[in-house]
């Protein structure tokens, strides 16, 4: 958990064109877009079994509760100003084109059960929520909003997989370690599984295998991006080999192919288990550095 505040403390100081603001907590009705009515209310009064808990892993506490709504909230605020929707930040207007979680990528939560340390899907939510207030704000004046989410996280994004499973207007593409977490595995729109051990250049053909692949099916209007820094070489509960320059690729391929294509992409950090916690805050940094060469790349469009 510490790995939060240390980011938090780095960003402020060495990234100060990054304005970062309080996460707002996800509303019952937001969450109720992906997650059951009976398990929200589950959640929140501290009805869930046991046997529940457990499989996600957190003690139950008030203090849960309301981070799990705020990391939803966190990537939905993040989803409204990459597409330039209302997001009580600022005035709405231009797309920023990209926006972030500091926390968020909650994948292994389904519709009603959580999981792996996830309550609530961050990702799921905001997607189908920003298909509702982009149906909502230009009607039939724009086609429908297709949301890609991109999730290369070390362990496979299940639940969101569970979640939108036979639903053509949202793209699941999960790049995971084949042998990690979760050991029972759902189908994506693309998975790839990777060996134990993969490397810079073996996983960077892969993603660039994957995101040929993507476009080829679909064309999203939203990418919302997992970029966890659990393949890092020297994690504990990844299990791959790359390095922090393979990382640093492994995201900038990702906004490339987003702004190439002019697609507004929403990120989240997912997951980061570092023997060493500064390195996997390094990677996160990494991360944000890239991140914030695209924004000002967008930034650019419109000055």
Not at 250 to 271: E, K, N
């Amino acid at each position: 958990m510490a790995k939060y505040a240390r980011l938090r403390d780095r960003m402020g100081a060495e990234l100060r064109r990054v304005a970062m603001h309080e996460a707002p907590g996800a509303t019952d009705g937001e969450l109720a877009m992906v997650h059951s009515p009976a398990y929200i209310g589950a959640v929140i009064s501290g009805g869930l079994p046991a046997v529940a808990m457990r499989e996600i892993g957190f003690p139950w506490s008030l203090e849960m509760v309301e981070r799990s709504r705020r990391s939803a909230g966190a990537t939905i605020a993040a989803a409204r100003v990459a597409l330039g929707l209302p997001h009580g930040i600022g005035a709405p207007g231009q797309p920023e084109g990209v926006a972030a979680n500091m926390a968020g990528g909650t994948h292994h939560a389904s519709a009603d059960k959580g999981g792996g340390f996830c309550v609530f899907n961050d990702a799921a939510v905001a997607a189908r929520l920003m298909q509702a207030e982009w149906a909502r704000r230009h009607g039939c004046k724009r086609p429908a909003l297709k949301v890609a989410i991109i999730d290369l996280d070390v362990h496979q994004g299940n639940g969101t997989a569970s979640i939108f499973q036979n639903d053509a207007s949202i793209f699941t593409l999960s790049m995971h370690g084949q042998r990690n977490f979760p050991f029972r595995k759902e189908a994506s729109d693309l998975d790839v599984d990777l060996p134990d051990g993969c490397s810079d250049s073996d996983y960077l053909q892969a993603l660039e295998h994957a995101l040929d692949e993507m476009d080829r099916r679909f064309q999203p209007g939203l990418v919302i991006y997992l970029a966890g820094a659990d393949p890092f070489e020297g994690d504990r509960l990844g299990r791959l080999s790359l390095s922090f320059d393979g990382l640093e690729a492994r995201d900038r391929r990702v906004f490339d192919w987003a702004f190439q294509r002019r697609i507004p992409l929403a990120m989240a950090m997912a997951g980061g288990y570092g023997v060493d916690i500064d390195e996997t805050v390094q990677v996160q940094m990494n991360t944000y550095r890239v991140a914030l060469a695209y924004w000002e790349k967008w930034q650019g469009l419109t000055a």
